[in-house]
């Protein structure tokens, strides 16, 4: 069966950075966009980051533009999102999720992807 398993969550001080990876099993990993979601208690998912197949593309939220960065080593089937310059509103459990190459997908429409893991939780301190 597939799954998504992701790693790399913790505590870090506002400004730091925190690296998460998501390790794909059972899928034909280079044929998924890949994306990164987040959610905190009460609010819906929310979009972070994603990538296409090949990693020739990647769409960000504004919220993370120029702060995060989304990658992906298809030889490893595992997919990146490099956290740099954090703020306490970045804490959340980040969620990777699979999809169809897709512009929905790759556009963060969450009902377009697939297969999901389990989360990481990642808290950013004041």
């Known amino acids: 069966q597939v799954q998504l398993v992701e790693s790399g969550g913790g505590l870090v001080q506002a400004g730091g950075s925190l690296s998460l990876s998501c390790l794909a099993s059972g899928l034909t990993f280079d044929s998924y966009a890949m994306g990164w979601f987040r959610q905190t208690p009460g609010k819906e998912r929310e979009f972070v980051a994603a990538?296409?197949?090949?990693?020739?593309?990647?769409n960000y939220a504004d919220s993370v533009q120029g702060r995060f960065t989304i990658a992906r080593d298809n030889a490893k089937n595992t997919v990146y999102l490099q956290m740099n310059s954090l703020k306490p509103e970045d804490t959340a459990v980040y969620y990777c999720?699979?999809?169809?190459?897709?512009?929905?997908?790759?556009?963060?429409?969450?009902?377009?992807?697939?297969?999901w893991g389990q989360g990481t939780q990642v808290t950013v301190s004041s």
């Open positions: 990538i296409t197949w090949n990693g020739g593309s990647t």
């Open positions: 999720a699979a999809g169809p190459n897709t512009i929905k997908v790759v556009s963060g429409w969450a009902d377009y992807y697939t297969y």
